[in-house]
Each structure stands twice: as C-alpha cells, then as structure tokens.
C-alpha cells in the first residue's frame, strides 16, 4: 500500500515512517525538516488547501494519516486561533479531499479529550470535557473530520519514544536529564496510559490493514502516573531513580489544565484487532533498545 504521512517530522510522524517502510509505500509531507529520509518528502505548506488537493492528486495514495497538530497546550491557550487552523481546520480539509478520492484516512485526536472526573476507564461511549484550547480543538476536529469523511479512523492516543528534536516526549525529559544527574520533578496526579510510539504505529497500521472505521482509544494498558513513569525509565536505563521528585502538577508553572485521569479502555481496540494490545513493559524495553541501537541519533540524521 501507499501511504502518506502528514506531519512526518513529528514524534508519531517519523515513528510511523520507520514503522510502514517495512512493508508500504511511504510518502511524507513536512515544512522542511526532514531532508534525507529514507523515503519521498514533500515539503509543503499545509495552511493552503491548494497544497492538500495537488498533493494528493500527485502521490495518490492508498491511505493518508495526519499526525500534524499543534500539541503544545501552554502554545494554544497563547493563539488558539493557530491552534484552530491547525487542529481543526487542516484536518477536516485532509478529511474532505480524502472522501473526495477514496483514500482511507486516520485523524489523530488525544486522551485528553476527557476531563478526568470519571474514577474508572474511560471508553468511546464516554461524553468528552475538554479542560482547554488544544484538547478542545482537538475535539471539534473529531467532529468535523466525520461530518466530511464518517468511514474515518479517529485514533485518541498517548505515547512516548524518540524524537527528532531529542527533546519532545515526556520519555526523552526524563531520560535526558537523569543521564545529565539533573533534578527532575515527576506529577503524581496525572495518570496516563503510556505505549510506545513505535508500537502505536503498527497498531495504526493494523486497523488501516483491517479497515476499521470509528473512533478508537489507542493507548497502552498500564495506567500510571507520570512520576511512575520516569521511574521506570530510570530503572530500565539503569539511571538514578532518585532524582525524580514526586510532585503534583498544581505545584508546577504550567497555565492550561490538563485532566489528572487519562485512563483510556483499549477494549474496543483489541476486540476489533482480534488481540491484546502489546503491554507497556515490552515497549519499554523496545525504546531501551532502541536507545542502545543507536535509533535517536539514525532518525535525527534525516534532518541533516
Ligand atoms: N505526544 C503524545 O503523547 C500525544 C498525546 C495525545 C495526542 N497526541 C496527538 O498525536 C498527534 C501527533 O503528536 P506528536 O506528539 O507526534 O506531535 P509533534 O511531535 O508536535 O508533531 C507535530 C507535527 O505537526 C507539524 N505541524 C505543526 N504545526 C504545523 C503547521 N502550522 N503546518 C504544518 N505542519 C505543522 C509539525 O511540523 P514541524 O516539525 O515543522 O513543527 C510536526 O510534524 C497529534 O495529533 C497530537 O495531538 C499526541
């Protein structure tokens, strides 16, 4: 299959990348960060909906993912207008030219849709609450995505791993600055449901593989709180887990309120693919291996 990425220079994009070259056809559009990538790169200007439609008319791929968004939450509640065109906005566009062509299209949308008042699992019957501008563009995209394209995939998802920037994912703060001996302060009152990105990709791949359709929480299966997170990367890395301080995000400089129970049910995921969804522990050790392999610095060559 062909398939384009939108947003490729993103931690899931570059991730989903490596992932589908194994076996499809990978096309990726970025604003012009990735210059040697192992697979074809348009560098295009997202914000024209000229671009989308000569893109795809060009590539004319099988499936399209759109892993693009604003996803700095202190940077949307600044210019949520931005956050809007490019959360919502850009991908009812991508949704719209994709219905118009046929190609199957995944939206990626977030956990933090929920406001975290429930005390159990969150599923896809739940009623969201969004707590800000990024989780409520994020949202309205969901929403309109479907108006335009109802055979789409809308994946809401958390993840970790390596990034091009070295410096994007909670997993890449944690890890650097405790190889560095640095302080760190972890939340003890956000739990979240972390999985691999690498593993979010292939899951991804999968329900395109399968031809799912809907809303689907893709999420890993061990709730825990970002200072349990850290945590276990310091003991996996062999690195000192003292230095992570338990601390609660109330006591932190960040303004958007973000939900302190991102808790999402894999239910519907793992009936529909068939099998359970890979355990966090085993992506740990992938990004461990990762790590060791050399992969943050194979990927972060593409820019070069
Ligand atoms: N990271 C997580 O754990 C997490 C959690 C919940 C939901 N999500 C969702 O998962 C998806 C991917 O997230 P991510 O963490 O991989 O994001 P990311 O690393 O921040 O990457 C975002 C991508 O969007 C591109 N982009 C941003 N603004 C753009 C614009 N104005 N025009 C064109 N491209 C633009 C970026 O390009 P540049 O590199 O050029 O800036 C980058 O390729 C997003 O939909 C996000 O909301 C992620």
Not at 16 to 35: N, Q, S, W
Not at 115 to 131: H, V
Not at 247 to 257: E, F, G, I, K, W
Request: glycine share 6%.
């Amino acid at each position: 299959m062909k398939l384009l990425i939108i947003g490729a220079s993103g931690l899931l994009g570059i991730n989903l990348a490596m992932e589908a070259m194994r076996e499809h056809a990978v096309v990726a559009v970025d604003r012009g960060k990735l210059i040697s990538a192992p697979f074809q790169v348009f560098h295009a200007d997202l914000l024209s909906q000229d671009t989308i439609a000569s893109v795809l008319d060009q590539v004319q791929p099988d499936w399209l993912v759109n892993c693009a968004a604003m996803t700095n939450l202190e940077q949307c509640e600044r210019v949520p207008e931005q956050a809007q065109i490019i959360n919502v906005d850009v991908p009812v566009q991508l949704a719209n030219a994709c219905a118009e062509r046929t190609i199957r299209f995944i939206h990626i949308s977030t956990d933090a849709v929920f406001d975290g008042e429930k005390t159990d699992f969150y599923t896809e019957e739940d009623r969201p609450n969004p707590l800000g501008v990024y989780s409520q563009t994020k949202l309205d995209s969901e929403h309109g995505v479907w108006a335009v394209n109802p055979e789409a995939i809308v994946a809401r998802v958390n993840f970790f791993g390596w990034s091009l920037s070295n410096s994007h994912s909670l997993s890449e703060f944690f890890v650097n600055n405790l190889m560095e001996g640095k302080n760190v302060n972890g939340f003890t009152d956000i739990i979240f449901c972390p999985i691999l990105v690498n593993v979010t990709a292939r899951l991804l791949l999968e329900m395109l593989t399968k031809d799912l359709s809907g809303l689907y929480h893709v999420v890993g299966t061990k709730p825990m709180s970002k200072y349990q997170f850290g945590i276990e990367l310091a003991r996996t890395f062999g690195l000192r887990e003292d230095l992570i301080s338990p601390r609660s995000v109330l006591q932190s400089s960040l303004t958007a309120r973000r939900s302190p129970n991102l808790r999402l049910s894999t239910h519907k995921l793992s009936t529909d693919l068939g099998h359970e969804i890979p355990p966090f522990s085993t992506g740990l050790v992938e990004f461990y291996t990762q790590f060791q392999q050399s992969y943050p610095q194979k990927i972060r060559g593409y820019q070069h």
